[in-house]
């Protein structure tokens, strides 16, 4: 039976009041055709104390932990067990898709967390006695609860299976429960506005008390991820990003790779306890699972964490290939690429400086734009990978128009904002100022933002790099253009590497991948923090969704106006 998450959306579901009712004020929540049994009416009998309630309910405890097996053969001979754990709940209805749907129900709240805890087999007992706490304890109780469980994670979608496990990490610290519990806001909210879009469309279908996992899977998102260079870091931060399934409530993730080589890194970095669902295609996968095409022979091959090796360049291709080949034919709503070394992949077939000059060669795109995302900040290039001796020649108007032209597009289709305010960044040292330190800022930019500008659309600059950074000036607008790779890509990384994600605006289809490289140096030594690999989906998610509902939008504004140029 598949798991319920923490946070799973559960109507019938409320937090305990300050103070609880007793059993017997709870009676009237009773359906009015159920009859209590005999022992509910001993223990609704208004001479039963709560102190005798205490008592009962130690000895109970006492006798499960002497005896779990017979307590559940008693508890599963009193046939009105259901109808007494629905009265001790606060709404007295039944649980939904609960974590131990074969096992009896115990009576008393369930303490926020508990769903968690109980995927630890050796704690269970310890946790269902707390379950059964008299009712002047279970405030108390769900307090306790609530500082051992350690808070909601990743908007509820991190099973605690994962606690206690030893991680290696180099600091005190782990940055993904740093960043899931405490710096991760905006991916808490964008998962619980997804749950709360999908309860919404499961009521409208009538379907609100069924599974979720049961439902139709028309409107799940299909993701797939290259695996990249196997012996970087890309296996690590895909399966850290992916782990325990977390993410099936929002998507249905495809890695383009080998599951030999996926399985080696889940021993390396402690996975074992999870398993991935190998698949031949993607017309064949699960929504319920992690799916995983081997895209290349790899009965042969074994990994080397930390070297560039040819094999592990070829492979990279052969994955980026695959996934490409699905999403040209609409298999796929959109692609995230893990790192690559842009040496040991280079062939016949592979002549690019990188994953994005590909991929506009393959869907034959003539111009796109680098385009470096993060909640916080936005950053494009004019001139991305192209040698600094060439980066002047490049900067011209017509290209500086082009990519600001790019840049607006991606606002408005891509992320929702209907009049983007973009600041340019000088080519010169302090801008150029005013033609000391050069003239490209008089001569070509300054004029064509003022033309922009008469034309409605909202283009500042331009401003000297390093005090536009310096002062923060970035959050007064929706992106930044910067002239060269570096000058945009070394502040943006500065101030949001580890939530950073690069995305290919100007394509016919989504893109994304984290904003770091292979990192050789920390390859299969489990010290991979997956933030950026994590924020790289749900960036996927979030444009490949906005995308769709921007061209619904447009086209029926079409339909609209040509039907009234016609009547």
Not at 19 to 45: F, G, I, W, Y
Not at 232 to 237: A, R, T
Not at 255 to 279: A, F, P, Q, V
Request: net charge negative; proline share 7%; aromatic share 4%.
């Amino acid at each position: 039976m598949e798991q319920r998450q923490p946070d799973e959306p559960n109507e019938s579901r409320v937090n305990p009041s300050p103070k609880q009712p007793s059993d017997s004020q709870n009676t009237n929540s009773l359906p009015p055709n159920a009859q209590p049994s005999s022992d509910e009416r001993d223990a609704v009998q208004p001479e039963s104390s709560p102190r005798d309630a205490t008592q009962r309910d130690a000895a109970q405890r006492d006798a499960a932990q002497q005896n779990p097996n017979q307590r559940n053969n008693r508890q599963q001979g009193r046939g009105n067990n259901g109808q007494r754990d629905n009265r001790n709940r606060p709404d007295g209805g039944p649980r939904e898709n609960s974590v131990r749907a074969t096992a009896p129900q115990e009576t008393g709240p369930e303490p926020e967390g508990q769903n968690q805890r109980e995927n630890a087999p050796q704690n269970a007992p310890q946790q269902q006695n707390r379950g059964q706490r008299d009712a002047t304890q279970r405030n108390e109780g769900q307090r306790d609860a609530g500082q051992r469980g350690g808070g909601k994670r990743d908007g509820g979608q991190r099973p605690n299976r994962n606690e206690g496990r030893p991680n290696g990490r180099d600091r005190g610290v782990d940055p993904r429960e740093r960043d899931l519990n405490e710096g991760d806001a905006e991916s808490r909210a964008r998962d619980d506005r997804y749950r709360a879009e999908d309860l919404d469309r499961d009521k409208s279908d009538g379907q609100s008390n069924q599974p979720i996992e049961s439902q139709g899977r028309e409107d799940r998102l299909v993701i797939g991820i290259s695996l990249g260079d196997y012996n970087g870091i890309g296996p690590e931060v895909i399966l850290k990003a992916l782990q325990y399934n977390r993410l099936q409530k929002l998507c249905t993730p495809v890695i383009y790779g080998s599951m030999r080589i996926l399985n080696r890194y889940r021993n390396l970095i402690d996975m074992k306890d999870w398993n991935l669902n190998g698949t031949p295609n993607v017309g064949q996968i699960s929504h319920k699972l992690t799916n995983v095409i081997t895209c290349w022979p790899d009965q042969s091959q074994d990994i080397q964490p930390g070297q560039v090796t040819p094999e592990a360049g070829q492979a990279a291709l052969a994955c980026l290939q695959r996934a490409v080949d699905d999403l040209k034919e609409g298999k796929l709503d959109a692609l995230v690429t893990a790192p690559i070394n842009k040496y040991n992949i280079q062939s016949e077939e592979f002549q690019f400086p990188g994953h994005t000059e590909y991929l506009a060669q393959q869907f034959e795109v003539q111009d796109n734009l680098m385009f470096m995302v993060s909640d916080t900040l936005r950053v494009g290039v004019v001139t991305g990978h192209v040698p600094l001796g060439r980066v002047r020649q490049n900067v011209t108007r017509e290209r500086i128009a082009q990519k600001l032209n790019l840049m607006m597009q991606s606002l408005k289709q891509d992320f929702g904002i209907e009049k983007p305010k973009i600041a340019v960044l000088g080519l010169n040292p302090h801008a150029g100022e005013e033609g000391l330190l050069g003239n490209e800022e008089q001569d070509i930019i300054k004029p064509l933002l003022t033309d922009l500008r008469n034309k409605g659309q909202l283009v500042f600059g331009p401003y000297p790099a390093d005090g536009f950074f310096g002062t923060r000036n970035y959050r007064n607008f929706d992106a930044v253009l910067a002239m060269y790779h570096d000058q945009g890509l070394i502040p943006f990384k500065a101030i949001a590497f580890e939530e950073g994600v690069n995305f290919t605006a100007g394509m016919p289809v989504v893109r994304t991948s984290p904003d770091h490289g292979t990192a050789y140096d920390i390859a299969g030594k489990n010290l991979a923090d997956e933030t950026s690999m994590l924020q790289a989906i749900y960036t996927a998610i979030d444009v490949a969704r906005q995308r769709k509902e921007f061209l619904e939008l447009e086209a029926g504004a079409l339909k609209k106006t040509a039907n009234k140029s016609v009547s």
